[in-house]
């Protein structure tokens, strides 16, 4: 398992726990900028990127990032926009069930990724408004580093 011992039950209730009061273009923007501060402080070799209504708001590609992220964060995307939750969460409920994402969808493993580093944005009482993405890492810690940007973007 490389999912750092999570369950669906725990990163549900981290999904809930980041739910935003608001987030606009602004905020997105904000949070684009905070987390390539964060990584860049960090030394991280990461690609980001924030999308707010299906919008890319913001995109960065931090030195030494490798173009292969660019392709990740897509297919991470496309997981996202699908099934609501986070890329890590998605691929935990069929790690739980004994199998994988690819087996048990069909999916394309050249259009979706069921791996750590894709973040839906929930707004509270809204829904899915956005996206947050980050690639490079290895999983549980592109994961890990996008609740970290949430979370204080939440306490701001």
């Not at 392709?71 to 691929?91: C, F, G, N, P």
């Not at 409920?93 to 087996?103: D, I, L, S």
Request: charged share 20%; hydrophobic share 40%.
């Amino acid at each position: 398992m490389t999912t750092g011992n999570y369950t669906t039950a725990a990163l549900q209730q981290e999904h809930r726990d980041l739910e935003l009061a608001s987030f606009d273009a602004a905020q997105a923007l904000t949070l684009g900028l905070q987390a390539t501060e964060r990584a860049m402080e960090d030394g991280l070799a990461i690609v980001i990127e924030v999308h707010h209504l299906g919008r890319l708001v913001y995109r960065a590609a931090l030195p030494g990032s490798l173009p292969d992220s660019d392709d990740w964060i897509a297919r991470k995307r496309r997981t996202v926009e699908r099934y609501q939750r986070s890329t890590l969460a998605t691929k935990v409920k069929y790690e739980e069930r004994g199998t994988t994402f690819h087996e048990s969808t069909g999916l394309s493993e050249l259009e979706y990724a069921a791996h750590g580093g894709g973040m839906p944005i929930v707004v509270t009482g809204v829904g899915i408004v956005g996206g947050f993405y980050a690639s490079g890492l290895p999983e549980v810690e592109d994961h890990r580093f996008l609740v970290s940007c949430l979370r204080s973007l939440a306490s701001a």
